[in-house]
């Protein structure tokens, strides 16, 4: 059975310290964190919410760490890359024989997690009759591996994430009402990184300080890219600023320097929540434009078609759109 958690063990244990250490962070940060460990010392379901890039897995790898379970295997299962005949014997495991293919019994994920914490990865993708089943194992504690007649108890903490909203999940028909409420017992919310100011270039001189040790060198940041780092508002979060500094370490000599294609900040206030976007009056029709664009494509977990179809343009025109964001031309009247 797949695995990820394994593969990703060493390079783990470094982050999820990462995000506990939150000196000279953002007060949003070290409220994060001190809420990891509120929720690490109960078994209580976690649902943690935020953009993509921004943490979500490294929260849920950080709340096992720190809880009575962080010897007991932590297991990630992306909901969205599980669906037809085959899901539940992926989370819930079969007897030999159960179908064609069948030649042993196996566990699922849920029997791997036993003892440790199952991680529900994009859980607003499950689906649906998923959910159904999986709240009344969550529910009765206990479960059958398919084909089978044991009944095995249920002793997986579970932690979700999505970069979807919850409630609007629930609105727009992908989530179970039922099911959320059962899984959403301690919300967590990871901001994104625009909104924690000083953060980004703390994370960086992390990036870089590791980056320097592990192949012993001492580079520093042009001033430059530190100015620009702090005025860049990540749209794809700490992986976006990570792969940055990977990138600029690599193509430097002694001083990294990279452009970033700077927006300037006040022009984004626009704020997304429950699946809605405000943004002040006052706001260039370029700007608003954007900020709807880049909000849906959100909405959407990245799926450019659906958003373009949603947006009721072509996919070529999102394309063209995205394209001139990238650029950093934000209200440029073109595609
Ligand atoms: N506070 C942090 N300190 C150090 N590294 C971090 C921090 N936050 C995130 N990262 C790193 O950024 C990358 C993205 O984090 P993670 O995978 O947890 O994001 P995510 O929210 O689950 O993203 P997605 O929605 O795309 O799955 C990872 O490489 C992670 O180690
Ligand atoms: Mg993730």
């Not at 690490?40 to 943490?55: H, P, Q, W």
């Not at 609007?168 to 301690?186: E, K, M, N, T």
């Not at 749209?235 to 000599?253: C, H, K, S, T």
Request: charge should be neutral; hydrophobic fraction near 40%; proline fraction near 4%.
């Amino acid at each position: 059975m797949p695995n990820r958690t394994m593969a990703q063990r060493g390079d783990t244990l470094a982050c999820t310290e990462g995000i506990l250490e939150t000196a000279g962070m953002s007060p949003v940060m070290r409220k994060l964190a001190s809420q990891i460990q509120l929720a690490a010392a109960t078994d209580a379901s976690v649902f943690v919410v935020g953009e993509s890039g921004a943490g979500k897995e490294l929260v849920a790898r950080a709340i096992h760490a720190a809880s009575d379970r962080k010897d007991q295997p932590f297991v990630a299962v992306n909901c969205g890359a599980i669906s037809g005949s085959l899901a539940h014997a992926e989370l819930f495991g079969h007897e030999k024989g159960s179908f064609t293919g069948a030649v042993t019994q196996s566990a699922g994920y849920f029997e791997s997690a036993s003892g440790g914490t199952l991680f529900l990865d994009e859980v607003t993708e499950m689906p649906p009759d998923m959910q159904v089943h999986f709240l009344r194992v969550l529910e009765t504690g206990t479960y059958q591996r398919v084909g089978g007649s044991d009944l095995l108890r249920a002793n997986a903490r579970i932690i979700c994430a999505s970069n979807r909203d919850p409630a609007a999940s629930v609105a727009d028909g992908r989530l179970r009402q039922d099911f959320l409420h059962r899984l959403l017992v301690i919300p967590l919310r990871v901001p994104p990184l625009r909104e924690r100011e000083a953060d980004a270039v703390i994370l960086a001189q992390r990036f870089l300080d590791a980056l320097n040790e592990r192949h012993q060198t001492r580079k520093v940041f042009s001033r430059r890219m530190l100015d620009a780092m702090a005025r860049y508002d990540w749209p794809g979060n700490v992986r976006e600023l990570r792969n940055a500094v990977q990138r600029a370490y690599i193509l430097a000599d002694a001083e990294l320097n990279l452009e970033l294609a700077a927006r300037p900040r006040a022009a984004r206030q626009a704020e997304v929540r429950d699946g809605q976007l405000s943004l002040p009056l006052g706001t260039p029709l370029g700007d608003a434009q954007r900020e709807f664009i880049l909000a849906t494509l959100a909405h959407y977990a990245g799926d450019k078609r659906l958003a373009a179809e949603s947006l009721g343009v072509s996919l070529k025109t999102l394309y063209n759109r995205l394209d001139v964001y990238e650029k950093g031309d934000p209200g440029a009247p073109r595609g």
